[in-house]
Structures are given as structure tokens and as C-alpha cells.
């Protein structure tokens, strides 16, 4: 089975920066996945994981560590256009998506 | 424009009915999905396609089924609905003989079975 655990909310400040983790127990591991979803939207793709390390992407960045089950997404800048839910997935060793239940974060000016 | 379209937008459905949620994609990606989002339990996944012809099950299957006759169109089917049906479902692509592995997802079709 999958196990993905990310906190259910966060909020920060215009202009600051926010860490989203996320941790997974899973059957087997080919990358990890980061997706954006606006309220009553579809998801979208922020990043994907499969090395350890840190991917940079302009304000976001991914991190992950297989041995410690780990990732986190770091946003940069914020901008009140970034309040959404940010959804961690994995892929197992079955190649199919697992996801979390999401973290809804919420800018304040 | 590219992309994935999903049919109907949203639908009230009585309990009992049959409805078929439509899903097409003009991408050419050889894989698709069919998920459902609830409220504190994320995306499951219901049904997949690896390839036109084949189809298999997800997490949460009962309740539902799938075809793939083509490689655009992905419909999902529930036979007689219930309320615990009540969600949002969201049809993906991908296009995994790229090595890309991106999961492309359409606008969701939200449905209410009383």
C-alpha cells in the first residue's frame, strides 16, 4: 500500500517564503511528483523528483531524499496568486500515482 | 487546442441511474486515467489505460468501469450510481513512451447522486 502524509493547511505572507513537506511510505519508488491546484480547478505540474537533491524552477523548488521518504516543495516569493492546494505524488513501483490529500496554503497581503 | 476536455462539466444524478462521464484527449498519449478528488482524501485513481485495448483497476474500481476502443477517448461508466459516488472526477493523459511520466489532467466533471 501507499502512505502520503502533508500537512492539511499552512498560510504565510505576501512576499515570504513557505515549505510544504511531504513524507510517503510506498511499493517501490520511480519519482515524485508536485502538482498545483487552484479552488475548483484541475491539477497542475510543478515539479517532478526521481535523484536526491534539489530541482529549481524559478520561485519553486523541489527537494527529495529516498532514504528518509522525504520531499518538500519550497515557494519563493509569494505571490497571492499562489493560494492553492499543492498535492505531493508518488509513483510506485507499479508506475501509477499515489497522491496526498493536499495542502491548502493560503497568502495574506 | 490541445488538451483533455471532460463531459458533462457538472451533473445531478438520481440514484440508480446509469451515466457515462466522457474523456478525450488530442495529444496522442498512449496512457490515461480516470481519478476522484473528495474533500481530505486526495486523488484515488479508479481505472487506467496503458494503451489503447488494455484497461485496468485502481484503488477504488467497484462501482465503476472503463473502455479504451481508441487512443483519444477514455469514457468511465457507472452502471446503477449510489450516493457515495457524490465527487469530482478528473480524467489524465500521459504520454509514458516519452520517459515523461507528466500526468496532463482535464477540468473535472463534478457529480451529485441523490
Known amino acids: 500500500g501507499q502512505n502520503i502524509d502533508q500537512p492539511t493547511e499552512m498560510t504565510a505572507t505576501e512576499g515570504a517564503i513557505v515549505q510544504i513537506n511531504c513524507t510517503y511510505q510506498?511499493?517501490?519508488?520511480?519519482?515524485l511528483f508536485w502538482y498545483q491546484q487552484h479552488a475548483g480547478e484541475a491539477p497542475t505540474f510543478l515539479s517532478y523528483?526521481?535523484?536526491?537533491g534539489l530541482e529549481e524552477k524559478g520561485r519553486f523548488s523541489s527537494f527529495l531524499s529516498r532514504s528518509k521518504g522525504y520531499s518538500y516543495l519550497l515557494l519563493k516569493e509569494l505571490q497571492m496568486k499562489d493560494s492553492a492546494s499543492y498535492l505531493c505524488?508518488?509513483?510506485?513501483?507499479?508506475?501509477?500515482?499515489?497522491f496526498g490529500a493536499g495542502t491548502t496554503v493560503t497568502v495574506r497581503a | 487546442i490541445a488538451g483533455i476536455t471532460q463531459a458533462p462539466t457538472s451533473q445531478i444524478l438520481a440514484a440508480g441511474r446509469r451515466m457515462t462521464l466522457r474523456c478525450t484527449q488530442d495529444m496522442r498519449h498512449n496512457a490515461m486515467y480516470w481519478y476522484r478528488q473528495d474533500l481530505g482524501l486526495g486523488l484515488r485513481l479508479i481505472h487506467y489505460s496503458n494503451t489503447a485495448g488494455t484497461t485496468g483497476k485502481g484503488e477504488v474500481p467497484d462501482g465503476y468501469s472503463v473502455s479504451r476502443a481508441n487512443t483519444d477517448d477514455f469514457p468511465l461508466t457507472l452502471a446503477s450510481a449510489v450516493p457515495s459516488q457524490t465527487s469530482v472526477y478528473f480524467c489524465?493523459?500521459?504520454?509514458?513512451?516519452?520517459?515523461?511520466?507528466?500526468?496532463?489532467f482535464g477540468p473535472g466533471t463534478r457529480l451529485t447522486v441523490t
Open positions: 523528483n526521481v535523484l536526491d
Open positions: 489524465a493523459s500521459s504520454d509514458s513512451a516519452s520517459g515523461s511520466y507528466e500526468q496532463y
Open positions: 505524488a508518488v509513483r510506485g513501483g507499479d508506475y501509477k500515482l499515489s
Open positions: 510506498t511499493s517501490g519508488f520511480n519519482g
